[in-house]
């Protein structure tokens, strides 16, 4: 096989030396990681390896010679390169060779035992950029996460290995060419160690802010889980309304980010990150919001116009009912049922507005603190809108469910005497039809209420019609709402940006191009990183939604609808009917 | 080594493919599609304002006008970024991997690389494409569950389309490099 060699471009000016890296035989790979430069003692050379071996379970281990200088090397340091093969015995010897000034590079790698004759193979050179290669990731993962820690190096296959040989050889890169130790390296850290003060600073200062605020954190949530709040009409309340889910929710985000445990791997880490950046955007906007609500006294605007538009509704609504105790659409209904149930609707609707009316005086007061609840986070404030539209469209869920209940009940008081007036039964125990002989008065009754329930069909299917219509317009209402409240919480931003300002670190492969060449020398290429396009990095990263998906699909919601089942919006609360 | 031939793709256009052979173990194609023609673009354009002005004289609302514009410029934007392909290469390198780059109009590059570890085969295929019956190139990846099975086939050169005669001179190239490939690595 072609032998490939992978080094490093910032040791491309570096003075002559050793080459330290490590050899992959399976895939005929040599990645070189430093440079060791003249003068050294190889003893301390090969502790120095072995000490980097220990605390990286890499094999790391003198892999050839650099040798970069002016003009054509002079026969005795050739020969002393030569040399340094006996005191390092490695298979193959790699010996790397450039003019300082020149483009052209000679690479040779000679085998002297082995299988088959003894001679040189044939060598590609691949420049690899090594900060960028320590700092990304590959996605998807070569080793899967849980298996990491006590991972065997070479059991990852291509370029992975050469990405994670560099990522787990940080041990060869703390010492530098300019450190007064006994070996003098040459690699990414050689231009000098980066670090960042602040970043220091907010490691040292993170361990105690983080117990405090998780003990803060324990002590809430051990008030939320006492005993009162799980009585009867305290419980109800909490599972039914969505701001109480997107607390909990946000509070689960908060114990984790200041969690005391370390992220043990990198998508760990990443998700941390998402949730901060997400509660930091979440807070900035409330505030935003706050601001903007009560500056100019816009909370009093709003209480002005509310009233109005809930009185608005309910009189749409009462012009509705009697258009449908006339003739709706030309359709002829069952007079005495569309007086008994129009009536019936428009005393709810009566009722409805004298509630509103007495609570009228109080409306501004409540906005006004519900309008403070923004400090929260956006996501907050929008939850309390959704519940406030549930509220205020209260009549109008009533009104479905009654027609729901209705509907439901003819249907099946419709299917039970159509199969008595076949002469047929439903066998419960078997769950089954079987035939039936009935008496002759069983029969006659029967066909009597079938017949009442079918010609008074058409009537409740319209209310019924009317009402879950109306019913659809307010979920979608408060779907459009909680699907922003859950693209707040589920956007990766942090990722975004990462991918955005540092595109390196998250690399979904690699790509080359073939540098300039000529005959005769080995063939150089250029290796870069390929980064993930964001639409991957949105689907990896995302952060779990509260849960508000439709379990229903578009076919089960249609024969729901059909049957009079009533349905709940977003699959929140647990199916009763299963 | 560096060599340039003309062919056509399946309506009749005229294709530019550039060959060039860095090693005995390394080559590249290149695959340059006919450019945005002149024509096409002024009947669009003529068109999406015709029908602009159109509503504007029903109407009598300027912001007509303005969105039209707006919408050409920003259309045409978006088809040179995100749709028109001006070029396609093919890089095969022994032992390393296939590289396909995709260059657009408005010079965005977008690369896939498949290691030679994953790669069965290179085969010419043939497909139902609307009204014709087309040839193409494509990779054959290798199953890791199934050792004789292929788990995915990736098609290459998709919007230049060229036919039968360049897919042939491709595939010789790349047959002989993978012919290279399989005799190393059962003799290590």
Known sequence: ?578 | MEDERSFSDICGGRLALQRRYYSPSCREFCLSCPRLSLRSLTAVTCTVWLAAYGLFSLCENSMILSAAIFITLVGLLGYLHFVKIDQETLLIIDSLGIQMTSSYASGKESTTFIEMGKVKDIVINEAIYMQKVIYYLCILLKDPVEPHGISQVVPVFQSAKPRLDCLIEVYRSCQEILAQQKATSTNP
């Open chain 1, 1 to 578: 096989m072609v032998l490939k060699a992978f080094f490093p471009t910032c040791c491309a000016s570096a003075d002559s030396g050793l080459l330290v890296g490590r050899w992959v035989p399976e895939q005929s790979c040599a990645v070189v990681l430093a440079v060791v430069h003249f003068p050294f003692i190889p003893i301390q050379v090969k502790q120095l390896l072995a000490q980097v071996q220990q605390a990286s379970q890499v094999g790391v281990a003198v892999l050839g010679t650099w040798c970069c200088c002016r003009q054509e090397p002079e026969e005795s340091l050739g020969r002393f390169l030569e040399g340094l093969a006996a005191v390092f015995p490695h298979e193959p010897w790699l010996r790397l060779c450039r003019e300082r000034g020149g483009t052209f590079w000679s690479c040779e790698a000679t085998r002297r035992q082995g299988p088959g004759t003894p001679g040189e193979d044939q060598v590609t050179l691949i420049f690899y950029d090594q900060r960028q290669v320590l700092l990304s990731q590959l996605h998807p993962p070569a080793v899967p996460p849980d298996r990491q820690v006590g991972a065997d190096p070479t059991s990852t296959g291509g370029l992975a290995a050469v990405f994670h040989t560099v990522a787990r050889s940080e041990a060869l890169f703390r010492s530098d060419r300019f450190d007064e130790g006994p070996v003098r390296l040459s690699h990414w850290q050689s231009e000098g160690v980066e670090a960042s003060i602040l970043a220091e600073l907010a490691k040292r200062a993170s361990g105690p802010v983080c117990l405090l605020l998780a003990s803060l954190l324990s002590l809430v949530s051990a008030v939320g889980a006492c005993r009162v709040f799980q009585l009867r009409p305290l419980s109800f309340l909490g599972s039914k309304l969505s701001t109480c889910e997107q607390l909990r929710h946000r509070l689960e985000h908060l114990r984790l980010i200041f969690s005391t445990k370390k992220a043990e791997n990198p998508a760990q880490l990443m998700r941390k990150a998402n949730t901060v950046a997400s509660v930091l955007l979440d807070m900035a906007l409330g505030l935003l919001l706050l601001s903007w609500l009560h500056g100019r006294s816009r909370i009093g605007h709003l209480a002005d116009t509310l009233i109005p538009v809930a009185d608005h509704v309910a009189e749409e609504l009462q012009h509705l009912l009697q258009w449908l105790m006339g003739a709706p659409a030309g359709l002829k209904m069952n007079r005495a049922l569309d007086q008994v149930l129009g009536r019936f609707f428009l005393y709810h609707i009566h009722l409805w507005i004298s509630y509103i009316h007495l609570m009228s005086p109080f409306v501004e007061h409540i906005l006004w603190h519900v309008g403070l609840s923004a400090c929260l986070g956006l996501t907050v404030a929008l939850s309390l809108l959704a519940d406030i539209v549930a509220l205020l469209t209260f009549h109008i869920y009533c009104f479905y469910v009654y027609g729901a209940r209705l509907y439901r009940l003819k249907i099946h008081g419709l299917s039970s005497l159509w199969r008595l007036f076949r002469g047929k039964k439903w066998n419960a125990l078997r769950r089954r039809v079987d035939s039936c002989s009935y008496d002759l008065d069983q029969l006659f009754i029967g066909t009597l209420l079938f017949t009442i329930l079918l010609f008074l069909l058409p009537t409740t299917a319209l209310y019924y019609l009317v009402f879950t219509l109306l019913r659809l317009l307010v979920v979608a209402v408060q779907g459009l709402i909680h699907l922003l409240v859950d693209l707040i919480n589920s956007l990766p931003l942090y990722s975004l940006g990462l991918r955005l300002c540092r595109p390196y670190r998250l690399a979904a492969g690699v790509k080359f191009r073939v540098l300039e060449h000529e005959a005769g020398r080995p063939l150089r290429l250029l290796m870069q990183i390929n980064p993930l396009p964001y639409s991957r990095v949105v689907h990896t990263y995302r952060l779990p939604s509260c849960g508000g998906h439709p379990q229903h699909s578009w076919g089960s919601l249609c024969r729901r609808l059909f049957s009079g089942e009533l349905i709940y919006p977003w699959g929140q609360r647990s199916d009763k009917q299963d």
